[in-house]
């Protein structure tokens, strides 16, 4: 039970109830996180723009053609980075979640509520893109094999996330239902990732993130990178933008509330 | 334009698409917001634009 310490002196030990105060809670104060989140947004926005406005057009018209895939090899440019994103994305969120369960972060709630649609987005675009390479290259739009089964099954923890966190009149009853959910799909994503390695499957194995050299020629994987690195940053501007403006829904709601109380108050 | 410029343009326009439509929709619902908290909030909004 919590009892106030009235002494008048200097505490000899430590406050429990200041320690989780510190580091990352300095940013649970709404005005102070909105001060700061707009300071970031316009240049996350405008590196996205660039990094992008070089990477798409890179790997569109500048980059040469595969020896074996032709054209097609194109679709990885933005195949790829929504892999990635979908990935480490929901590791994002998994993270999110413990600091939503663990230390009750406020702020980690809106933002993993807020990261559910632009992660789910990133993974039907994977899905969808990475259908649109197989019909020439391995002519079919889809095969029941591990990695794109783990990457579908991906998908749906995005959707039931998304889902879950708004199926609660209580806000933070849905955003701990939603972190308990993330956490336990959390397993998914080494598998997702290794699934390649330990199945048998149509999908190649890993090409650019395996140990020892990539086995991407540079003219390949320079554009590759920067469409990733383009992507990452259009999708943290995305979710740093839907985060403020949750938070700033959130005080809406509460000045309305206290305006409604004042009018009934006789 | 070979089928493989088909499927190659279709992936460039459903990726720049989905991230165009997510874009445009957080921007108008960050700007109402903004608005909305501005006539109910003025000195608070004012704070927010403030440098730290």
């Known amino acids: ?266 | 334009m070979s089928l493989h410029w088909i499927h190659v343009t279709a992936s460039y326009a459903l990726v720049c698409g989905g991230f165009l439509i997510l874009a445009i929709a957080t921007i108008s619902r960050h700007a109402a917001a903004k608005r909305r908290l501005a006539q109910l909030d003025p000195r608070a909004s004012r704070r927010a634009q403030e440098p730290s």
């Open chain 1, 1 to 266: 039970m919590d009892t106030a310490d009235t002494r008048t002196g200097p505490s000899p030990l430590p406050l429990p109830a200041a320690a989780p105060r510190g580091g990352l809670h300095r940013f649970a104060n709404p005005g102070r996180f909105l001060r700061l989140s707009g300071q970031v947004l316009p240049w996350l926005t405008a590196a996205a723009v660039l990094v992008l406005g070089i990477g798409l057009p890179w790997g569109l018209f500048f980059s040469p053609p595969d020896w074996q895939q032709g054209e097609t090899v194109r679709i990885l440019y933005v195949h790829v980075p929504m892999a990635w994103l979908a990935m480490g994305g929901y590791a994002g969120l998994a993270l999110g979640s413990v600091l939503s369960l663990i230390w009750r972060h406020p702020l980690a709630d809106l933002a993993c509520r807020e990261l559910s649609p632009v992660g789910a987005l990133a993974t039907a675009l994977c899905l969808a893109t990475g259908s649109l390479w197989g019909k020439p290259m391995w002519g079919t739009w889809w095969v029941w094999d591990a990695r794109l089964t783990s990457v579908l099954v991906l998908f749906f923890l995005w959707l039931g996330h998304a889902a879950l966190v708004r199926a609660f009149d209580d806000t933070e009853r849905g955003a701990r239902m939603g972190a308990i959910l993330a956490l336990i799909g959390a397993v998914n994503v080494p598998i997702v990732k290794f699934s390649v390695d330990w199945w048998n499957t149509l999908h190649q194995p890993a090409s650019v993130t395996r140990l020892g050299a990539p086995g991407l020629h540079v003219d390949i994987l320079y554009p590759l990178l920067t469409c990733g690195l383009g992507f990452t940053l259009a999708f943290a501007a995305l979710v740093l933008a839907r985060t403020r403006a949750a938070v700033m829904e959130r005080r809406i709601r509460a000045l309305q509330l206290a305006a409604a109380r004042r009018a009934e108050a006789p």
